[in-house]
């Protein structure tokens, strides 16, 4: 397999990596992270080759066994030959350059299989917006041929919930015993579920904490407000990602799901979440970037260290900034 | 005291809520957090009373019993004659409409006490960014008179480790022991911790914890990206939001952060962090309403689904809506 030595245009890395090069397609996903030109070049290209793909959300609170489970789809996935790429969106530091959810998969993967693709993200400092970065690694996979790419978040923050918004289907895992605060973060999760995972059914109290869950949801369906659509009903499974037990048929849940969705003639709502979540990363990049460019000719750091002092109030700050742009 | 019965214009609002008008004020901070006019008139009227409050960041991750510590401070600056106000930054869900942070505060605080003020914000669905709403609603209540202001928020989301950004102080809540995926989170949200609470020292393990932390920080100052500033090395405290021992000296710590910064020249870089995050939602809004505005009249959502159906990729969709805007 040819691998290019030095870079390239987004146009050529996009055709390497669709070529089969993991080290284009890595480079592909790092110009996508960091919002470069050469990007903007590979998504044109690749964008009509995307389509198809099986984007599945993972989600829970800590602790719920999200990356056990996931190298154990993973390693279904493969014993059917498919091939599959992982987006692990990772909460930790941007100093230390952790990647622990991606690297727990990672270890328990087969790191020689080249349908295998790992790749950690981290959660911080998305400038168009983590919605739409991996909107667009998604796409990027997709063009690749991974026709299964899993998205592993941890439930609890904002831009999280709006990662799972752009997944065809989401999956929420939780341990049998969770604590309190957990409980609060786990109902704002349930509505945004297809699948509710029971993890580690190794332990017990598993089945039981699947009744239970399976109970609250058949009652839960009456409050709430009106004016949103009725929250789906989420299908309550029991698995153990140690043992793998309950794994294949999570796996072929997923893909009942993916193929009812397939016999629709209507668009599917995520699909249209991830192109507007793009489409927003986008124009957010371009609006940001003319008005601090703006701003930056004319000092905006003073202008915000005003604002800092009290002297200028934001929607006076905003004003300035506005008015340079010759609105 | 005077409560105005119906609504009124944002400047009539400002006025009622700084004369003393609880009403008024949780009216207001609704304004703000649904971005309406009313809010921009009353910010741009409060802002210059709204400098010189101590904005504290409390968060960490979830079961370290950061709302019973809040609950405790807030005791123990009301023991002082003190006026306190609590955001608290509700990962809950936006259908139930529940405020769980919030509520426990509130169950261990004096309800009829008009010096404690105590408002669940919901971590999702604020257009200008949560950064930006909460900035706006610290002002208000500065401006209110509230000198110490409390922002809780569970440190696991991009959005939580923003707000923990515009605080003027950070202290990270942790119990003595806690599992490994959240030892991930703590390495970044250490980082931006002023101070470190081991809380629940009633229980086994808080005071060897907080050794351990102590030695891990020293230690830590080493690696990480030399392009960034040095991490500050934050003071390690043991405390018990339960039986509130440790609590006054945490309280005497942050005033005593907060009098350095005080008596210095440079404006501090939260102050203008706080400032930057008013201005970019402020800037966000205005540019998100002329784009969206001007692809409603000429259906997007039509555009969405042909990005969504890949006839069309996100950067032209992008292209056809910056276009229209007449660029």
């Avoid at 739409?132 to 999280?160: H, R």
């Avoid at 799972?164 to 929420?172: K, P, S």
């Avoid at 629709?264 to 957010?284: F, K, M």
């Amino acid at each position: 397999m040819a691998e290019p030595a030095t870079g390239g245009s987004g146009a050529r890395l996009a055709q390497d990596a669709r070529g089969g090069s993991r080290r284009a397609l890595s480079r592909l996903l790092t110009a996508v992270e960091s919002r470069s030109p050469a990007a903007e070049d590979a998504l044109r290209a690749l964008y009509p080759a995307a389509g198809g793909a099986h984007v599945v959300g993972i989600t829970g609170p800590p602790g719920g066994g999200k990356s056990t489970l996931v190298a154990a789809l993973v390693a279904r996935a493969r014993a059917a030959s498919r091939p599959v790429a992982v987006l692990a969106i990772d909460p930790s530091s941007p100093i230390t350059g952790g990647a622990i959810l991606g690297d727990r998969i990672r270890m328990q993967a087969h790191p020689a299989d080249p349908d295998v693709f790992i790749r950690s993200m981290a959660s911080r400092g998305h400038l168009g917006g983590l919605a739409g970065t991996t909107a667009e690694s998604a796409a990027v996979l997709a063009a690749c041929g991974f026709g299964l790419i899993f998205i592993e978040t941890v439930g609890t923050g904002q831009s999280e919930v709006e990662v799972a918004a752009i997944a065809d289907t989401t999956v929420v895992v939780q341990a049998p015993e969770m604590g309190d605060e957990i409980q609060a973060m786990k109902a704002g999760l349930l509505e945004v579920a297809d699948v509710v995972v029971v993890n580690k059914a190794d332990r017990p109290g598993a089945d039981r904490a699947a009744m239970q869950l399976r109970s609250t949801l058949a009652l839960g369906g009456e409050g709430g407000d009106p004016s949103r659509p009725r929250p789906k009903r989420p299908e309550v499974l029991v698995a153990s990602g140690l043992t793998a037990a309950g794994v294949p048929e999570l796996l072929a849940a997923l893909d009942r799901l993916h193929e009812a969705r397939a016999g629709s003639e209507q668009p599917h709502a995520a699909r249209v979440a991830r192109a507007r979540a793009q489409v927003e990363g986008i124009l957010a990049d371009r609006t940001r970037g003319l008005l601090w460019a703006a701003g930056a000719q004319a000092g905006t750091d003073e202008l915000m260290e005003r604002v800092a002092a009290h002297e200028l109030d934001p929607y006076a700050a905003a004003d300035i900034l506005w008015n340079r742009l010759g609105r």
